[in-house]
């Protein structure tokens, strides 16, 4: 019995999602070292305020406001370059799951694979769903897989599928949040 699941490949890159979050905790200092010294003129006409960005913030001030605004922008596009995903398959066996991708078939015997979390999560998207539903795999390898399930009427069928690999030995939990966000 194979059962097929359309998803997206998760892929995220550690060390510059920290980057990006750096970036973007010291840009937001300096936007916010910029919105300090515009403070004095915050009840004062636009006028007056116009006045004193020309005349009462200094120079530096200005150079940081506007060096911090591309740094924002940088970390921006590092975050959601970063956070890409690619469209595939999943197909469930009793010996193997297959991660079939555009260029790569990623197989994974049922043995290796420690648990299996499906992680549900609210979506904010104006695409008409409630919920989104990612797939989580932990190999025995320490190493953790990422698959967002593409339609979320899918689900029960998901968890039927999982309960019969649950069978061979692997752990299936359904949980809300991302249960392994230290990785």
Avoid: C, H
């Amino acid at each position: 019995m194979t059962t097929n699941f359309p998803i997206k490949f998760l892929t995220k890159n550690k060390w510059l999602n920290d980057l990006a979050l750096a970036l973007f905790a010291v840009g937001i200092i300096g936007v916010g070292l910029f919105y300090l010294s515009m403070s004095p003129s915050d009840n004062s006409s636009p006028e007056l305020q116009a006045f004193w960005f020309i005349e009462g913030v200094p120079l530096w001030v200005k150079e940081v406001a506007f060096y911090s605004l591309i740094v924002l922008i940088l970390a921006f596009i590092i975050f959601i370059l970063n956070s890409k995903g690619r469209r595939g398959e999943v197909t469930f066996d009793l010996n193997n799951t297959t991660i079939t991708l555009a260029k790569k078939v990623i197989i994974i015997e049922n043995n290796e694979i420690e648990e299996i979390t499906v992680a549900s999560k609210p979506a904010f998207f104006p695409r008409g769903e409630t919920e989104m539903f990612i797939i989580f795999f932990r190999i025995k390898k320490f190493k953790v897989i990422r698959l967002k399930l593409l339609y979320s009427i899918l689900i029960d069928e998901l968890m039927e599928t999982l309960k019969i690999i649950e069978s061979n030995n692997v752990k299936v939990g359904l949980t809300w949040g991302d249960p392994y966000w230290a990785d």
